[in-house]
């Protein structure tokens, strides 16, 4: 590496990376751009090698994307498959600690955007650790990145708007999509509409992923759930119930439904390790997660320190991509750039992340209490590995004891992860992971701010690397969760 001092550095090339390295070295800033994924684009634009119209159905906003990549080629330093796994503060600004090809790289800038992305939430229930069962956004990636399908008959379950381009991008090629089972009721959003109705663009994608999977009749299930997965090597099917307000299974309402796959999404956590290993304040966002704070500028309170995308609050690509912009700017004027501030990008901000909260309140993750046919008692929903009454399968290192975690799942008082499958996407800035990294320490930490922060100068230790080995959210879930949303 010919320069390892720049002006500014940025984490993640996802949407909001992107727009904010683009922002940053459009004001002359000497630039570099970071990030664990081969290929530029994070989630929202991932795509097989140099063939990004070989998904061109699954794309959105590629015009963006593209005229992103021109500025990042010609004006950016960009740093693929440099894992960062810790921040600390310098002399003179930031050295940023990554881990590329098994050597150690340090990167020094003054200024520092962090735009890590977010991972898959996940909420146990009895099955979930088989073979064959997904995380929405796993089952996506495996489409998108390789032109892999989850399977032949896929289920797919939870809550959000995210569930609706998994089934259609599923469908279109060509797979059996049994039903879509949305936890929430729809009309969640009635009362939010007048965030809604700002944002047209969300409206029309709605009604064309409606559209999508009307014309190959694949039913849309409100108020359902899958609350079980069965099946012995793999999933051979699941169990779908209907929900009522408290999200309790309504007697009666247990059907089975066969199938090879299942993709199971309920929102996205944001990756907070690189902020709150800097020290910067956090909060609870509508969605009950741990936000890193930040002002009209995007900065956190750590001073050249700025945040973009879902860990400043889960909101999807189009709010990244401004805030982005905002923070690469901002970035600029930390180190005496001067710096135009179009009104725009202010309002666009906060139409979106107006939609953000109107969707985290209609699609709420609520506790998981589930009602037994033949009992008037509730229980708690449990992982198969948890359950005393499930026998643990040869290798699952699952042990009979218990304890309940926020949002109503029970875990393992101290197991070993489930194994790693293609349902996880590890350790990639801008990505969904699988939480094998700092997050699994700081997790405990979820309700705490960060007691101290690291001094300048600080040179940390290197990890030792070591395979993935935790299904999606595992961490998260092991601890719990920030908070349980409004309203549940």
């Known amino acids: 590496m010919a320069n390892s001092r720049y002006d500014v550095v940025v984490v993640g090339a996802g949407p909001a990376g992107l727009a904010a390295a683009a922002a940053a070295s459009s004001f002359g800033c000497d630039v570099v751009l970071m990030d664990a994924a081969e290929r530029p684009g994070g989630q929202y634009w991932r795509h097989p090698p140099g063939r990004l119209d070989a998904v061109a159905d699954l794309q959105h906003d590629r ?56 991972y898959d939430r996940q909420v146990p229930f009895p099955g979930w650790d088989l073979p064959g069962v997904f995380s929405a956004g796993g089952a996506q990636a495996l489409l998108k990145g390789h032109q892999v399908t989850a399977g032949r008959r896929v289920a797919v379950g939870g809550t959000g708007p995210f569930l609706l381009p998994v089934a259609a991008g599923l469908a279109a090629r060509g797979v059996t999509v049994v039903g879509v089972f949305e936890a929430n009721s729809t009309l969640g959003w009635i009362r939010h509409l007048p965030s809604v ?24 299930h409100a108020r359902h759930a899958i609350v079980e997965a069965h099946g012995e090597a793999r999933v051979r099917g699941v169990t779908v119930a209907r929900l009522d307000g408290d999200w309790r299974a309504l007697p009666g309402s247990r059907r089975t439904v066969a199938c090879d796959a299942v993709a199971v999404g309920w929102g996205f956590l944001p990756r ?50 401004i805030e982005g912009d905002i923070a690469g700017r901002a970035a600029a004027a930390w180190v005496g750039r001067p710096v135009t501030w179009p009104a725009r990008l202010r309002r666009r901000r906060r139409t979106y992340r107006a939609f953000a909260t109107a969707m985290h309140r209609a699609c709420p993750v609520c506790s998981w209490p589930v009602r037994r046919a033949e009992s008037a008692e509730p229980r708690w929903l449990w992982s198969r ?68 922060t690291p001094s300048a100068g600080s040179a940390p230790r290197t990890p030792a690397r070591s395979s993935c080995s935790a299904a999606p959210g595992w961490a998260g879930a092991r601890a719990g969760y ?3 949303p409004p309203g549940c």
Do not use: M
């Open 63 to 118: 015009r963006t994307f593209r005229s992103l990549l021109s500025v990042i080629r010609s004006r950016v330093t960009y740093l693929p498959r440099h894992d960062v796994w810790t921040v600390v503060r310098a002399d003179r600004g930031f050295d940023v600690h990554a881990v590329a090809e098994d050597s150690a790289v340090v990167v020094s800038g003054s200024a520092l955007v962090l735009a890590p992305g977010g």
């Open 197 to 220: 109705v700002r944002t047209p663009n969300k409206i029309a994608e709605g009604v064309g992923y409606a559209a999508a999977l009307a014309r190959r009749r694949i039913g849309f």
């Open 272 to 321: 907070i390790e690189l902020p709150l290993a800097l020290g910067c304040a956090t909060h609870v966002d509508a969605d009950g997660s741990l936000v890193a704070s930040v002002d009209e500028r995007q900065a956190t309170t750590v001073p050249g320190v700025f945040v973009a995308g879902e860990a400043g609050g889960v909101g999807g690509a189009a709010l990244a991509l």
């Open 385 to 452: 590995a948890a359950s005393p009454d499930a026998r643990p399968r040869p290798g699952s290192g699952a042990r009979s004891a218990g304890r309940p975690c926020c949002g109503g799942a029970v875990v393992p008082t101290r197991p070993s992860p489930p194994p790693c499958t293609a349902r996880t996407r590890c350790g990639t800035a801008g990505e969904a992971g699988c939480g094998r990294t700092p997050s699994c320490a700081v997790a405990r930490r979820s309700r705490h701010q960060p007691s101290s």
């Open 482 to 484: 920030a908070a349980t």
